[in-house]
């Protein structure tokens, strides 16, 4: 598989239980944040979406949260499966006059059977 | 099916050896964009397109060319690769800038 997540934070957990990836963004400028699950040897695909007028939106088993008094978006994934194993990110639209997507660095969720 | 497709998946060269990565989109999108990805790094932007023919530099264009000719098309040329452009690439497409971006599956690049 790809060499990508060599130095990543991890996030172990058994199958079932409710994984909290964490976030920390950079800019309170930013308007549009994104969560995206990396497999190995795959591009990123997209999980959900929060524009910064919400601070909580809900899909097929993700939550994803965004408090921006302290600049923290967090990924919730509900009873986790094994297919959840990936590398997560989150990424930020810095609306700072124009308009810029930027990355963090990945959290690696294992999940175990 | 929409999709980003991306060719070569894998591609040893040597240094100093022109090179192209294609990259096409089905989805009509006008953002387009090149990212690198390095272990402890993340994706970080090379090149982005906002439509055909308007094209800037990203956080890390040193080395890299691009051109949007027509819409689908976004090629990524490296004119005279070195060792340090050995990486894992990503094209991205999103319909505007601050939506989505639909990714391809990636060309990992080895420069001897």
């Known amino acids: 598989g790809e060499s990508v997540g060599l130095h990543l934070p991890t996030l172990s957990v058994q199958e079932g239980d409710n994984s909290i990836i964490n976030c920390a963004y950079s800019?309170?400028?930013?308007?549009?944040f994104i969560w995206y699950k990396q497999e190995s040897g795959k591009g990123p695909q997209f999980i959900i979406d929060i524009r910064s007028n919400m601070d909580k939106r809900q899909g097929q088993r993700v939550t994803v949260l965004l408090n921006k008094t302290v600049k923290h978006l967090s990924l919730q994934i509900a009873a986790t499966q094994p297919g959840d194993s990936a590398v997560y990110f989150c990424?930020?639209?810095?609306?700072?006059?124009?308009?810029?997507?930027?990355f963090g660095t990945g959290t690696r969720l294992l999940v175990s059977p | 099916e929409a999709q980003v497709t991306q060719n070569p998946r894998y591609l040893i060269t040597v240094t100093g050896k022109k090179l192209t990565v294609t990259c096409s989109q089905n989805m009509n999108h006008e953002y387009m964009s090149w990212y690198r990805q390095d272990p402890g790094l993340g994706l970080r932007q090379i090149y982005y397109?906002?439509?055909?023919?308007?094209?800037d530099k990203g956080d890390v264009p040193e080395g890299y060319k691009v051109s949007r000719k027509e819409k689908r098309n976004f090629p990524l040329i490296l004119e005279s690769p070195s060792p340090n452009q050995t990486s894992l690439y990503f094209c991205?497409?999103?319909?505007?800038?601050?939506?989505?971006?639909?990714f391809g599956q990636g060309t990992r690049l080895t420069v001897v």
């Open positions: 990424a930020e639209n810095m609306n700072t006059g124009f308009q810029k997507l930027v």
């Open positions: 397109s906002m439509n055909v023919e308007v094209t």
């Open positions: 800019n309170s400028a930013s308007d549009y």
């Open positions: 991205a497409s999103s319909l505007i800038q601050t939506t989505e971006a639909f």
